[in-house]
């Protein structure tokens, strides 16, 4: 009934999509077994894609080749670049988008891709022989062969939903629990704990006055995440990859409201119930999105928490209540609703819920994604103790990849830190682990100067190019990119101003005038100063910028204004390096290091670092351990 496929993908959640997209766009036979066809890339919590960091992982997957960009640009209600006062390293591309339509998106993408196959079926078994894996087992008694399997399987191993005080099997409200694969993988040696996560009640947009809450419109300068372009409903030439052309739709607005003291003692009214307080979650939740009765206990000195109204897509009334994630019981939940304001007379379609599962630490994963137990196997999403769409399909895309170079005997492909942000989640995943639900931020990026929203593709599309991902055209459009900037760049050198073109403009802003003919580079550098802005007082600047799109416009301002600092950052990265390339034997033979920490020698064993680089990263190795370890070798 099936052939022997190269690649079989279990799950089809924002992981398992990209994992299977990758895998067969490269030329995989690729197969993805989903529970439910009609759940396919379902956002399961807020309807958005994108926000801090996680907006730069979007954009360096599209750069990559993967769908997830395209996607959310067309399935967009609503964008906005989050961090425009600070630096460009901050700027975070955010869409708001149409539930169902982002699903059926990326399902038709799904459909037209060439080698993949769709099975819906439920996996409770891997076929595993001499440490190597051969296929899966499924709900139906059906064997599927196959020469490597990327678990995606999110939140559904052994599912646990909880309401107040009563809880339930469950991956997602509505659907069942994945059973079987948890229990085979610890017998085969693997070890694994759990997570919990949660996600806040859906109310009937209907029943809301949005006249008491602060109204948050989008940008009107409608970037999107796809390096393509134009593939969201607010180009004025339509959308590119759609059959529907259409004139610009205007963009969903969203709302702000707050809890106060008396939401507050609403909900305090049933934290005897509470399954968090209770104990009878073992699961740990994530620190950086708490559902309202974490922080409400976390947070005592808070008088109130922001909440975001946010609407579920274009056709709609469904509303999702962003920042009141919970688990309380349910006549609590309403109760507590009704006294913020705007929701006085709120509908509910359902009640908020916390969801605990399991997953994987990923200190047993390679940088590849592959398993170091099982050949072959490979882990991608909140398996591997991650939470967020952006953070689980950046893994599927690379799970997904270097499913294929396996098969195809080819090179492993990877991203270090200095190079991705997908780089860096991967980093510390393997090397540090997690106890929590991991959750990217700018902050965890070291280089984030180089690592913007704005340069993905330069950084990337090459390399993805390369092993045959990236499309033609998407390094046709980073070529001509590059050649652009380096061109205007260059030309600028010879473009001057006199005092008297743009004096004018320095003293209503205040700023010092011109005393003498002045470079354009060097007037860029000046705060306030933009090359368009430039341009109005510069015929010949506005003769070199004419027809040169904003993305590339932007792209010059950039490199210009922070060459300095993104130097400085090369030559930290340069220095890093240099550790990255002491590559340590496979075989080492860490118990003969009596000088090293028994912590050292523990995390070395069970690591296996690759580099002394990797080595300096894993958590709990101090630097007097490496420094031993590089004399061992010999340097």
Known sequence: MFPLYDVIVVGAGHAGCEA??????????????????????????????????????????????????????????????????????????????????????????????????????????????????????????????????????????????????????????????????????????????????????????????????????????????????????????????????????????????????????????????????????????????????????????????????????????????????????????????????????????RPGYAIEYDYFPPTQLSYTLETKLIKNLFFAGQINGTTGYEEAACQGLIAGINAHQNVQEKEPFTLSRSQAYIGVLIDDLINKGTDEPYRMFTSRAEYRTLLRQDNADIRLTEMSHKIGLASDERMFHVKHKIETVEAIKNAMKNISFEPSQINNYFESIQSSPLTERTNSIKILLRPNVSLPLMATYSEELSSLLKDVSRETIEQVEIQLKYDSYIEKEKELVAKANSLEELIIPENFDYENLKSLSSEGKQKFIKIKPRTLGQAGRISGVNPTDVQILMVYMGR
């Open 20 to 349: 299977a997209a990758a895998a067969a766009n490269l030329g995989s036979k690729t197969l993805l077994i989903t529970m439910n066809m009609q759940t396919i890339a379902q956002m399961s919590c807020n309807p958005a894609m994108g926000g801090i960091a996680k907006g730069q992982i979007v954009r360096e997957i599209d750069a990559l080749g993967g769908y997830s960009g395209i996607v959310s640009d067309m399935s967009m209600i609503q964008f906005r670049m989050l961090n425009k006062s600070k630096g460009p390293a901050m700027w975070s591309p955010r869409t708001q988008n149409d539930r169902h339509l982002f699903a059926a998106t990326w399902r038709e993408k799904l459909e037209n891709t060439p080698n993949l196959d769709i099975w819906q079926d439920s996996v409770n078994g891997l076929i595993v022989s001499r440490g190597t894996i051969e296929g899966v087992r499924t709900n139906l008694g059906i064997e599927i062969r196959g020469k490597s399997v990327v678990l995606t399987n999110g939140t559904f191993l052994n599912g646990i939903i909880h309401i107040g005080d009563k809880q339930f099997g469950g991956g997602r409200i509505g659907e069942s629990k994945a059973t079987g694969i948890t229990e085979q993988l610890l017998e085969l040696g693997f070890e694994s704990d759990r997570l919990k996560t949660g996600t806040p009640p859906r109310l009937d947009g209907r029943s809301l006055d949005y006249s008491k809450m602060e109204i948050q419109d989008g940008d009107e300068d409608v970037v999107g995440f796809s390096y393509l372009g134009n593939q969201h409903p607010f180009a004025k030439e339509g959308l590119k990859d759609s059959s529907l052309q259409h004139s610009p739709k205007k963009q969903r607005c969203c709302w702000v409201t707050y809890t106060d003291d008396k939401v507050h003692e609403m909900l305090k009214t049933g934290f005897d119930r509470s399954p968090m307080f209770q104990g009878r979650i073992e699961g740990t939740g994530p620190r950086y999105c708490p559902s309202i009765e974490d922080k409400i206990n976390r947070f005592a000195d808070r008088d109130r928490h922001q909440l975001f109204v946010e609407p579920e897509g274009w056709n709609t009334i469904e509303i999702y209540l962003n920042g009141f994630s919970t688990s309380l019981p349910e006549e609590v939940q309403y109760k507590a609703l009704k006294l913020i304001p705007g929701l006085e007379n709120v509908k509910m379609f």
